[in-house]
């Protein structure tokens, strides 16, 4: 896996049933190298800081192998790299082989696997279309977010390397549909396994422990 794509974003503003919001969804690739921090990256401006950036969700990651996908769903077949609000784009990133826990080397950075993504309705937003939240959510392909383990610089070209695996943990497409696909069999055992991580953001340590004490009544 390779960088194909590092974007950033201004905040802008847009409308939302009426109202006027602010916004960093609309992000835009760069040529120049950025600095990575523990909370963001450099030149990247987020309006809502309780639910984008921060310790868990520093960098988000999105494949530029779902975007042929998504050119023929959305009927937008002039997608570029940035459109999904993605940090990120990755050559190749596979949410069914990449698990919580897994530290990548790049650049001079080294990042680690959080969370998937749960769309919210700004994502609707950046792609023209309000189902755009609901096929993201179905397609369970969410991209990645990442803490920072070591902050420094990358650059489009970077190579991610994976030094470190955390034992019995789960894939980010496995958690994913644990939580949103009802017609999953593997769901159970997924929960079971997420239950026992540390390296689980808050955010999903929450759905997690919400759904284990279900199975535990069930």
């Known amino acids: 896996m390779h960088i194909?794509?590092?974007n950033t974003s201004v905040l802008k503003?847009?409308?939302?049933?009426?109202?006027?919001?602010?916004?960093?969804?609309?992000?835009?690739?760069t040529d120049q190298a950025i600095t990575v921090g523990k909370m963001n990256i450099s030149n990247d401006l987020q309006a809502d800081l309780e639910n984008h950036g921060g310790?868990?969700?520093?960098v988000y990651a999105?494949?530029?192998?779902?975007?042929?996908?998504?050119?023929?769903?959305?009927?937008?077949?002039?997608?570029?790299?940035g459109a999904f609000g993605e940090n990120l784009?990755?050559?190749?990133?596979?949410?069914a082989n990449i698990q919580l826990g897994d530290q990548y080397e790049v650049g001079e950075c080294v990042l680690e696997v959080s969370q998937p993504r749960v769309p919210c309705?700004?994502?609707?937003?950046?792609?023209n279309n309000k189902h755009a939240p609901k096929l993201f959510t179905q397609y369970f392909h969410t991209g990645v977010y990442f803490r920072v383990i070591k902050e420094g610089a990358i650059q489009k070209g970077d190579k991610l390397t994976l030094i470190k695996r955390v034992v019995?943990?789960?894939?980010?497409?496995?958690?994913?549909?644990?939580?949103?696909?009802?017609?999953?069999?593997?769901?159970?055992?997924?929960?079971?396994?997420?239950?026992?991580?540390?390296?689980?953001?808050?955010?999903?340590?929450?759905k997690v422990d919400k759904l284990y004490s279900r199975l535990l009544v069930n």
Request: proline share 4%; with cysteine; aromatic share 12%.
């Open 4 to 6: 194909i794509s590092i």
């Open 168 to 206: 019995n943990s789960v894939s980010v497409h496995d958690l994913f549909r644990a939580k949103f696909d009802k017609s999953f069999e593997g769901a159970q055992e997924i929960i079971n396994k997420a239950y026992k991580l540390d390296c689980i953001s808050p955010e999903w340590r929450e």
């Open 121 to 127: 309705f700004k994502l609707g937003l950046a792609l």
């Open 55 to 58: 310790e868990h969700k520093a």
């Open 13 to 29: 503003e847009a409308t939302h049933q009426g109202k006027t919001i602010l916004t960093g969804i609309f992000k835009t690739p």
């Open 89 to 95: 784009t990755i050559e190749h990133l596979d949410e």
């Open 62 to 81: 999105f494949s530029q192998h779902h975007y042929p996908y998504w050119r023929e769903v959305l009927n937008q077949q002039t997608l570029t790299p």
